[in-house]
């Protein structure tokens, strides 16, 4: 038997709950990983409160990272006792994840934990960290250089937003930090922002065009925040758009990218194929001040992660969740 939190769907409802689960009951996967660290995602937020479709099997283990030790392969690229990291690929979705002290997975969905990063710092950084760096490759990848101008985030105070801060100053970026949360300006300054902007700024409709500001931009809002980045970006301009914490549609025209030439490049990490993510990873080992980390994120036990999903969805959990999944 495992502890995990286990969500279930039927007559009597929708409820996720820490369980007792039978091994019997783990899924088909030809390797088995004993779990150390996880996370809470705005995904995972997703999955635990039901307020997203983001569960596509009942019941579901949620958990779409997770950080662990190898217990039994039949993989041919891993063998027991090595240290694995998972990220996306469906898991906590379709999958079994990683809110759960025993995980059974496909081998090719797992990556080496990076040999920087304890399991622990790895789940600090997570979905939402890999991701942030997904965003910064696809600036580079745009040509976007640090000498170029400010680059914009949003969601700053969250997962992704913390992570794109600290990884984008330390590569010399001049970053803006648009938050709902000015009262976080010390935090968003200590991991690398020079200037705080209030969300209300960005969320309501605005102009096809307006005064260009932005060299690049994260964002991880969506709906008018992303509309509005795209509108005050500088001519040939980039916007990675990764995230819809503010809502999925995205009232734009196509003024910004015909007029100016702006690109707006899509980030997707759960499918993300294995040569980019093993990229990204290895880029937050170099790019990413780990000291950082401490500041970032804080450590909770399965029991506290469920009610901090729906502080999470309400936008009130600053940085990164770890989750120990056997504290
Ligand atoms: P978090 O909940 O940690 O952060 C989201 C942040 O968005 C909040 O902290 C808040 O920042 C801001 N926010 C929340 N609600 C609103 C709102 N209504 N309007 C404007 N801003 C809001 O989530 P993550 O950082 O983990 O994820 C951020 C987004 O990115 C989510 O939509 C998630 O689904 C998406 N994502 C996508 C991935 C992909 O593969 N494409 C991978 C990972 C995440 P603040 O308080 O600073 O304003």
Redesign the pocket.
Known sequence: MFKGILIEKDESGYRANVKDIDDAQLPDGNVTVRVGFSTL???D??AITGKGPVVRKFPMVPGIDLAGVVEESAHPDYKAGDAVVLN?WGVGEGHWGGLAQKARLNGDWLVPLPARFTPQQAMSIG??GY?AM?CVLALERHGVKPGDGEIVV?????????VAIAVLSKLGYTVV?????PD?ADYLKQLGAVEILE?SQF?APGKPLSKERWAGAVD????H?LANICASTRYRGVVTA??????MDFPSTVAPFILRGVTLAG????M?PRAERMIAWQRLGTDLDIDKLGAISRVVGLDEAIPLAHQ??A?S????VVVDVNR
């Open positions: 995602n705005y995904k937020g997703l996306g979905t939402a991701t997904l949003t969601g700053a105070a969250g997962g992704v937003g913390s930090a648009v938050t709902g949360r976080d969300r969320s991880v809002v969506g709906s925040t990764c995230g819809l914490a503010g809502g980030v997707d990490s759960v993300c999470l969805l936008g959990v600053r940085g990164r």
